[in-house]
């Protein structure tokens, strides 16, 4: 997937979201992984999902502990005097820790752990980040104020708040900053457009604060008077929820619409129903203290039993727990989990040492193929997989194995082409990502020209088995589906990768494999398992590259591809309304003898490439792992526009997306910016030779992507371009062992 443009900052939240099922990914008892050494009293604990490194604040030893989430191998950076609390930007991979005795914040560049220095006000305490306007927001307890940090400029100014600032909270959706104000027991909400103030009274001794973006609902935790008081975004109005004694810390699911209240003294959690505001309490273990959940499977995770070191594990959909010791002496205060690797990370300060928790991730998962089938398709009356259409900075969020495509809830990853039709011009890209995370800085098409246009695209699944999807500028939104993947089962497939080689090409000769041309509304069947591709007739689904080059400059209006034997099913798989040559990705599973079916609306001519196949594990197989989409490669920023073959090559390994060096596969989405026109690109694995085919084609000089899965051996990829062009790169998975 691959965004390409520099970031705009108008949208990272979703703003519309449908009613999900609980999460989709497996999940098994958490065990304790390891127990890695960091500096004097650890105090604070933030993770940034998309490079898996986890940011240790040790207070005592003025500095920050990076862990790496891959290897648990870890690196230190100097801080100012008594570091207390971090903050991760994912967006733009800083990290920002305050320091109470420096009255400043140290800012640290994630990519190569350089640090600056940025003045904030006396004895800041908290810290929180607002990834759409690229704000950092500092609570200064002892000055009663807020820092406004500009997150490009490191430049600052400064909001009013309450006396004594002791947490808060941002509303990316709104651009609104909560602030609990322990000292005047009150909450300063701050306009992030005008840094205006305006105070709302809460509880006495506010101490902690969270939001519910979509519901534009915060909560904030009353430590004395043991109570919630939970905001109306829109109107500032408070209503009071009992809670336990001694409330201390508070998260929310915004997908199923329920608060944790951690009450530290009653030895409680307090749910909170966020439509009806009552309550549930869940006895947790004494001493509970610091929160988090993990929305991709909706479990919620909380420190207690200080001395003895315990972490309690709540499963939201039952509310039933769980426990796992950390060992006594640890006294556990900061907690904090990755939601895509689902790993939980405890800072214990007593013992100097973080705990690493490991539940069930998605790991290696394996293919299942599915017969092409019509997920969503916006231009259809109104529902769950039909309308409306997105609208200009809008998301939406579709829960696969909901629909009609039989797709079941144990799926990890999908398998789909996404097509758009713009409804009013231009499509400055489009964004398709699991629910529940972060929308990542990657897209997944463009149509600048507001054509109709696919792309094949690999997406793990979120919270319910859904996906969401962003657009920039209004368009409708298609989603196909031709396959799964799954924790391994008896029917499970792996992936065997080949050279790129050419199966189909519709300019030779006459053959069964050759010529004619595509004829306009005619289905024609071709045999693979014919070709010269080395393909054995144990492949059960081809992962192809098709691409069409009109015929007398006609336009197409739809390809397909399915298994041979099969009805023709109502999906797509490219589009070529401009009647230039386009190509796309696609995962087809075998037909009748191993061959595909391809029908054509108009008449075209037609390339079709294969580099891999999907079979019954066996030697030499691999399984596919989810990643966070992670950007490889942006020539706009590295080197500049290139023709010919690009020197040097594309280190993927040693890139900032830590693709493991056991991969033998990456899954990329590639996108060109042409110069003027570009005739192709090809990738292809370093010291291999270039292979005979193309990955994408932009003869008509457009902005233009394609899903591509090339082998590796060395960490590298090589590139290839027919005219001069910028290319980006991205990856979403990894093949290995």
Known sequence: MKRTHRESPRQRIVIAFLVLLTASLPTAAQTLATTVTVGAYPIAIAVNPATNKIYVVNQNSNNLTIIDGATYDTNTVLTGNVPNAVAVNAVTNKIYVANWASASVTVVDGATNLTATVSAGDHPFAL??????????????????????????????????????????????????????????????????????TIVAAGTYPRAAAIDPFAN??????????????????????????????????????????????????GTVTVIDETTLATTTVVAGSSPTAIDINLMTNKVYLTNNIWYGTVTMIDGASDSITSLSLGSGTWPSAIVVDPLTNVVYVANPVADSVSIIAGASSG????????????????????????????????????VPQSSCNIPSTAVAYSLNVTVAPSQGALEYLTIWPTGLPQPVVSTLNSLDGRVKANAAIVPAGAGGAVSVYATDSTNVILDINGYFQLPASDTLQFYPLATCRVVDTRNARGELGGPSLQGGQKRDFPVLSSNCQIPSSALAYSMNFTVIP????????????????????????????????????IVPTGTGGAIAVYADQNTHLVVDINGYFAAPASGGLSLYPAAPCRVLDTRSTGGAFSGQRNPPVNVAASACNVPSAAQGYVFNATVIPVRSLGYLTLWADDDR???????????????????????????????????TQLLMDISSYFAQ
């Open 128 to 197: 929180a980040v607002n990834e759409v306007t690229n704000r950092i927001y500092v609570a200064n307890y002892s000055s009663s104020n807020v820092t406004v940090i500009d997150g490009a400029t490191d430049r600052t100014t400064t909001a009013t708040a309450g006396r004594n600032p002791f947490a808060l909270a941002v509303n990316a959706a709104t651009n609104k900053i909560y602030v609990a104000d322990s000292g005047s027991n009150d909450v300063a909400i701050i306009d992030g457009a005008t840094h205006l103030t």
């Open 551 to 586: 015929v007398g400059g006609q336009p197409l209006g739809y390809l397909t591809v399915w298994p041979a034997g099969l009805n023709q099913p109502v999906v797509s798989t490219l589009n070529n309304p401009t009647a230039t040559i386009v190509a796309n990705a696609a």
């Open 690 to 724: 270039q292979p005979t085919a193309s990955t994408l084609n932009a003869v008509d000089g457009a902005v233009t992507s394609n899903m591509a899965i090339v082998g590796n051996q060395d960490g590298k990829t090589d590139a290839y371009a027919y005219g001069a």
């Open 364 to 399: 290696a998962v394996q293919f299942l193929p599915v017969t092409p089938c019509r997920v969503a398709d916006t231009r259809q009356p109104s529902g769950p997989f039909g309308g409306p259409y997105l609208g200009s900075g809008t998301s939406r969020s579709f829960a």
């Open 217 to 266: 609902k915060i909560y904030v935790v009353n430590y004395n008077s043991g109570n919630v008081s939970v905001i109306d975004g829109a109107t500032n109005l408070v209503t009071t929820v009992a809670a336990g004694t001694y409330p201390t810390a508070v998260t929310v699911n915004p997908i199923t619409g329920q608060a944790y209240v951690t009450n530290s003294g009653s």
